[in-house]
């Protein structure tokens, strides 16, 4: 079993920063890209950044040169350091990560999720 715990969400002024963490724990062996994902209210869940095991990212344009994903030597802990934030980054984020399920299948495992709220 498999289990990812956000944390770092908070309430922030536009203009400002937010770190979050992602710890996944259990068995984590052949772990894959991990991922930050955001839900706003009547939106659907949208990527925010991915990181590969090989160590590319990916971004989506909203917040490319805001926001930054990292991952620890591990591969288990990822992080998103969240600069000038914006009114419209609030919402609930998610941390996923791709893992092996049975023999030959993966899986995607997503944590509970932390509340991030940009106020204008």
């Known amino acids: 079993q498999v289990q990812l715990v956000e944390s770092g969400g908070g309430l922030v002024q536009a203009g400002g920063s937010l770190r979050l963490s992602c710890t996944a724990s259990?068995?984590?062996?052949?772990?894959?890209?991990m991922g930050w994902y955001r839900q706003a209210p009547g939106s659907q869940r949208e990527l925010v950044a991915l990181?590969?095991?090989?160590?590319?990212?990916t971004y989506a344009d909203s917040v490319k040169g805001r926001f930054t994903i990292s991952r620890d030597n591990a591969k288990t802990t990822l992080s998103l350091q969240m600069n000038s934030l914006k009114p419209e980054d609030t919402g609930v984020y998610y941390c996923e990560a791709d893992l092996p399920y049975g023999v030959t299948q993966r899986k995607a495992y997503w944590g509970h999720g932390t509340q991030v709220t940009v106020s204008s």
């Open positions: 259990g068995n984590t062996f052949g772990i894959g890209a």
């Open positions: 990181s590969r095991r090989d160590g590319t990212t």
